[in-house]
């Protein structure tokens, strides 16, 4: 009889990819398959010709561009030596999700089911394309997909003998058991923060934990949004990096939200355990020391603060032990209650922490040891780096927007990464920051003699002004940056340092500011501002000087 294996490798950036990967792991296992879900890069890529049955689900970032957790598989499967049927035995699903107000809507995966099939590989189905933008999100397309998908491999790979599908109702078993230990044990304090290994480059399962030195509110008072220019102490990390390098940092939950969820599970956040995977093949979470307190958990790797998705009601309702709540959750995880769960979650932006409020009785019911199947982990922010190793050795500095807005909810939203950070006094204490580095996708002209038109509106200025400070040291004019904001008076970020690069001839410098005209300017050019009318008039100047033009990414008419 064939062996009944199935692997689910997923690309994920937000979560999205991954949770609807463990989604298909939990259905795998309900059909009684054996089944592993790992990350594409966490997988040995040349153990795929020994595969029989995969299913990649992967997300499209950026414009068109692969997760960071497949960039490494990306690379190898586009190799050009590799065999056109060296994949013949493979039979093989794509499931993609992105956003078709996206040029290059679900390009990943198009990308991929048409590469495995260059290679051999037998597809079961067309490739699926999941759309955010549709009414009901992805799973208008997931779930009719992974029904067919099922009916096709059951066709292929047959129940045993006398077992049936598992029914839904039966809760599936944790990834992880929670052994608490004695109350008099101790805990070895670090955890994220412990010391890297010496000449070890700083990344996501070693961050380096960066000192903060100011923090700095770059908007007046009386402006509606709080800006930061906030600089870290890199001193001894071994982080190199460049203009349009890209700043990683490690958020975490605030104090007064890992107490409210502690007191609603009831858990105690001073007790120490250990965790143990349930799955022999599996590994512990790569985060998380060993052993470890509940209140570690839930500041530095429970997301408590984001919008909870379909899998979190789902998972919810089997523990509640109240039949209307029961009901309740049951609704929000069936395909039918998906356009009511966005009223409740999506729309208004609540967070898992304030959902977890609404369904009181569940809540208390839920077991420990489920906490790391219910809730995701918290993700590292990506923030453009603003500052130049030639002009501030030793240290990063980023401008950040500190997110907070309104919906129907009565508490305004606030960003968890940007909120954290803005709350970081040096005055008031030594703070330290997890982050590292990676590549950014804006790339600066190899030549420095190579005149630069920049177009930075808001915190978009932020790779700019690092581009900047690069080439002042190395001594290079044929700067030219545009800058736009709502007001001169208010946040006109970095106004001294940009006048004062003028005065030395360093910088040409236009200005938009949309609310100190009468006729105001949007990024596409269409109005009459004076800074707007003079790029369009330098435009054949740059092209005849071969000169080079940066902007921040796609960007739509920005609100004024």
Same mark, same amino acid.
Request: proline share 9%.
């Given at each position: 009889?064939?062996?009944?294996?199935?692997?689910?490798?997923?690309?994920?950036?937000?979560?999205?990819?991954?949770?609807?990967?463990?989604?298909?792991?939990?259905?795998?296992?309900?059909?009684?398959?054996?089944?592993?879900?790992?990350?594409?890069?966490?997988?040995?890529?040349?153990?795929?010709?020994?595969?029989?049955?995969?299913?990649?689900?992967?997300?499209?970032?950026?414009?068109?561009?692969?997760?960071?957790?497949?960039?490494?598989? !990306?690379?190898?499967?586009?190799?050009?030596?590799?065999?056109?049927?060296?994949?013949?035995?493979?039979?093989?699903?794509?499931?993609?999700?992105?956003?078709?107000?996206?040029?290059?809507?679900?390009?990943?995966?198009?990308?991929?089911?048409?590469?495995?099939?260059?290679?051999?590989?037998?597809?079961?189905?067309?490739?699926?394309?999941?759309?955010?933008?549709?009414?009901?999100?992805?799973?208008?397309?997931?779930?009719?997909?992974?029904?067919?998908? !099922?009916?096709?491999?059951?066709?292929?790979?047959?129940?045993?003998?006398?077992?049936?599908?598992?029914?839904?109702?039966?809760?599936?078993?944790?990834?992880?058991?929670?052994?608490?230990?004695?109350?008099?044990?101790?805990?070895?304090?670090?955890?994220?923060?412990?010391?890297?290994?010496?000449?070890?480059?700083?990344?996501?399962?070693?961050?380096?934990?960066?000192?903060?030195?100011?923090?700095?509110?770059?908007?007046?008072?009386?402006?509606?949004?709080?800006?930061?220019?906030?600089?870290?102490?890199?001193?001894?990390?071994?982080?190199?990096?460049?203009?349009?390098?890209?700043?990683?940092?490690?958020?975490?939950? $605030?104090?007064?939200?890992?107490?409210?969820?502690?007191?609603?599970?009831?858990?105690?956040?001073?007790? $120490?355990?250990?965790?143990?995977?349930?799955?022999?093949?599996?590994?512990?979470?790569?985060?998380?020391?060993?052993?470890?307190?509940?209140?570690?958990?839930?500041?530095?790797?429970? #997301?408590?603060?984001?919008?909870?998705?379909?899998?979190?009601?789902?998972?919810?309702?089997?523990?509640?032990?109240?039949?209307?709540?029961?009901?309740?959750?049951?609704?929000?995880?069936?395909?039918?209650?998906?356009?009511?769960?966005?009223?409740?979650?999506?729309?208004?932006?609540?967070?898992?922490?304030?959902?977890?409020?609404?369904?009181?009785?569940?809540?208390?019911?839920?077991?420990?040891?489920?906490?790391?199947?219910?809730?995701?982990?918290?993700?590292?922010?990506?923030?453009?780096?603003?500052?130049?190793?030639?002009?501030?050795?030793?240290?990063?500095? &980023?401008?950040?927007?500190?997110?907070?807005?309104?919906?129907?909810?009565?508490?305004?939203?606030?960003?968890?990464?940007?909120?954290?950070?803005?709350?970081?006094?040096?005055?008031?204490?030594?703070?330290?920051?997890?982050?590292?580095?990676?590549?950014?996708?804006?790339?600066?002209?190899?030549?420095?003699?190579?005149?630069? &038109?920049?177009?930075?509106?808001?915190?978009?200025?932020?790779?700019?002004?690092?581009?900047?400070?690069?080439?002042?040291?190395?001594?290079?004019?044929?700067?030219?940056?545009?800058?736009?904001?709502?007001?001169?008076?208010?946040?006109?970020?970095?106004?001294?340092? !940009?006048?004062?690069?003028?005065?030395?001839?360093?910088?040409?410098?236009?200005?938009?500011?949309?609310? #100190?005209?009468?006729?105001?300017? #949007?990024?596409?050019?269409?109005?009459?501002?004076?800074?707007?009318?003079?790029?369009?008039?330098? !435009?054949?100047?740059?092209?005849?000087?071969?000169?080079?033009?940066?902007?921040?990414?796609?960007?739509?008419?920005?609100?004024?």
């Amino acid at each position: 009889m064939v062996e009944r294996k199935l692997l689910v490798l997923f690309g994920s950036q937000t979560g999205t990819a991954q949770d609807t990967a463990e989604r298909i792991g939990r259905e795998a296992k309900r059909r009684h398959f054996q089944c592993r879900v790992e990350a594409l890069d966490s997988y040995d890529v040349a153990n795929l010709i020994n595969e029989l049955l995969v299913i990649f689900v992967c997300a499209t970032t950026g414009q068109g561009d692969p997760p960071d957790n497949m960039k490494m598989f !990306w690379r190898f499967l586009f190799r050009k030596n590799l065999p056109p049927g060296s994949l013949c035995q493979l039979d093989y699903a794509v499931l993609g999700l992105g956003d078709s107000s996206y040029p290059k809507f679900n390009f990943v995966a198009k990308k991929l089911h048409k590469r495995v099939l260059q290679l051999g590989g037998n597809p079961l189905l067309p490739v699926a394309l999941g759309d955010d933008q549709h009414d009901l999100g992805p799973d208008a397309v997931v779930d009719p997909w992974l029904l067919a998908l !099922w009916d096709k491999i059951l066709a292929l790979y047959p129940l045993p003998p006398g077992l049936e599908i598992i029914s839904p109702d039966v809760r599936p078993p944790p990834k992880y058991t929670l052994h608490y230990l004695a109350e008099d044990s101790p805990y070895p304090n670090g955890g994220l923060l412990q010391p890297i290994a010496p000449r070890a480059v700083p990344s996501e399962l070693h961050p380096f934990a960066a000192r903060v030195v100011s923090n700095q509110r770059v908007t007046a008072e009386s402006h509606f949004q709080d800006v930061r220019l906030i600089e870290f102490d890199v001193t001894g990390s071994g982080i190199m990096f460049s203009a349009g390098d890209v700043v990683m940092i490690q958020p975490q939950n $605030c104090p007064e939200d890992v107490q409210q969820f502690c007191q609603l599970l009831r858990l105690d956040p001073d007790r $120490c355990f250990v965790l143990k995977p349930t799955d022999p093949d599996a590994s512990l979470p790569a985060l998380l020391p060993q052993p470890c307190t509940i209140r570690h958990l839930v500041t530095h790797y429970l #997301d408590i603060s984001c919008v909870p998705r379909r899998s979190f009601f789902e998972l919810l309702s089997y523990f509640s032990t109240n039949e209307l709540e029961r009901e309740k959750l049951q609704e929000f995880s069936s395909a039918q209650g998906q356009e009511e769960l966005y009223s409740y979650c999506n729309r208004p932006r609540r967070t898992t922490l304030e959902a977890l409020w609404d369904f009181p009785h569940t809540t208390c019911a839920i077991p420990p040891e489920y906490l790391l199947d219910l809730i995701p982990r918290i993700r590292p922010r990506a923030f453009s780096i603003a500052s130049s190793m030639l002009a501030h050795p030793d240290r990063i500095q &980023i401008l950040m927007a500190v997110v907070r807005y309104k919906t129907q909810l009565s508490k305004p939203r606030r960003g968890l990464c940007s909120t954290w950070l803005a709350s970081l006094n040096p005055e008031q204490g030594d703070f330290r920051v997890p982050l590292w580095v990676k590549k950014g996708g804006m790339k600066f002209p190899a030549d420095p003699d190579t005149p630069v &038109i920049m177009i930075g509106p808001g915190t978009g200025v932020a790779p700019f002004r690092a581009a900047i400070q690069e080439r002042v040291a190395q001594g290079r004019r044929g700067n030219c940056l545009f800058f736009g904001c709502r007001q001169k008076s208010k946040d006109f970020y970095c106004q001294a340092e !940009w006048e004062e690069l003028v005065t030395k001839g360093f910088l040409t410098l236009f200005t938009a500011f949309s609310r #100190d005209q009468e006729c105001q300017a #949007d990024a596409s050019g269409s109005g009459r501002s004076p800074a707007v009318g003079v790029a369009a008039g330098r !435009w054949p100047v740059t092209l005849r000087s071969r000169g080079a033009f940066n902007s921040p990414g796609t960007v739509p008419a920005l609100p004024v």
